[in-house]
C-alpha cells in the first residue's frame, strides 16, 4: 500500500488513520497489543526543512513526551564514531561501515557524478556480521538508503525493518532527509521526493493512546 501528500504532517496522520483502520491487530513478543501494517510505502512529495520538521513539532508541542533533539537526531546519522550510549549509531555505518568503507565519500559521490543515471546508489546500514545473530535484538531499524536522480533532482528511498509509525517515523523521516540534503548539496542538484518503505507499520495502542487522540484521526 502506498500513500503520498506533500505535507509531512498530513502523511503521517494519513499513515496512522490506514493503520489503525486496516492494519491487523496482534500482541507483539512484549503482549503489546499492536495494528501493523506490512510493507507499508510513504512518499513525501517536495520535501523541505519547514515541512519535514512538522511532525516532531507537533509531539513537541504538548511537552509530554520525552522526544530527541533535532540536533540529537542529526547526530545519530552523521556521527561516525561510535556513541556509548547507543549499541550503534546509523553515522558509524554510513561512513565507517566496519571501520574500513566510507560509503559516502568512498562510492555515492564518485558514483553519481560519473553516473548521474546509475541505479548501484545504495547504503547499506544493516551489517549481518554483527546484527546477523539470534540473539540480537537491537539490530537497526534502517536497513539500506536508496539514492537515484530523476529530472535533476535527487529522490531517496530508505528501506525500514521495524517502524513505530506514531513516534519513530518522524524521527526517520528527519533523519533521511538530513542524509538527502547532504548528498545533494554534494551533487549540486535540488531534492526530490522522500519514500519509506516500512516492512512493519506499527502502532500500539494502549501506551499511545494519548498522542492519538491529540491528532484526531
Known amino acids: 500500500m502506498e500513500l503520498k501528500n506533500d505535507n509531512a504532517k498530513e502523511l503521517w496522520k494519513n499513515a496512522l488513520k490506514t493503520i489503525l483502520e486496516t492494519g491487523d491487530e496482534y500482541l507483539d513478543n512484549e503482549n ?3 495494528k501493523e501494517l506490512i510493507n507499508f510505502q510513504l512518499v513525501l512529495e517536495n520535501p523541505s526543512s519547514e515541512k519535514i520538521e512538522q511532525p516532531i513539532d507537533f509531539i513537541n508541542s504538548f511537552q509530554e513526551w520525552i522526544y530527541p533533539s533535532k540536533e540529537e537526531l542529526t547526530s545519530i546519522m552523521f556521527k561516525e564514531v561510535q556513541a556509548p ?12 561501515f566496519a571501520d574500513i568503507k566510507d560509503q559516502m565519500r568512498d562510492f555515492i559521490f564518485p558514483l553519481l557524478k560519473e553516473n548521474p543515471d546509475s541505479r548501484r546508489a545504495v547504503v547499506s546500514i544493516y ?18 538508503l536508496n539514492f537515484r536522480i530523476k529530472n535533476n533532482k535527487l529522490l531517496i528511498t530508505a528501506h525500514i525493518r521495524s517502524n513505530d509509525v506514531l513516534f519513530g517515523w518522524p524521527a526517520n523521516l528527519f ?39 491529540k491528532l484526531d484521526l
Open 32 to 34: 503489546r497489543t499492536c
Open 85 to 96: 550510549v547507543y549499541e550503534h549509531t546509523y553515522g558509524g555505518r554510513i561512513f565507517r
Open 127 to 144: 551489517n549481518p556480521v554483527e546484527d546477523s545473530d539470534t540473539t540480537n535484538k537491537n539490530t537497526p531499524g534502517l536497513m539500506y
Open 175 to 213: 533523519q533521511i532527509y538530513k542524509i538527502q540534503q547532504y548528498v545533494s548539496k554534494e551533487l549540486g542538484i535540488e531534492n526530490g521526493n522522500i519514500t519509506t518503505i516500512s516492512n512493519s507499520a506499527h502502532v500500539f495502542l494502549e501506551e499511545e493512546n494519548p498522542l492519538l487522540e
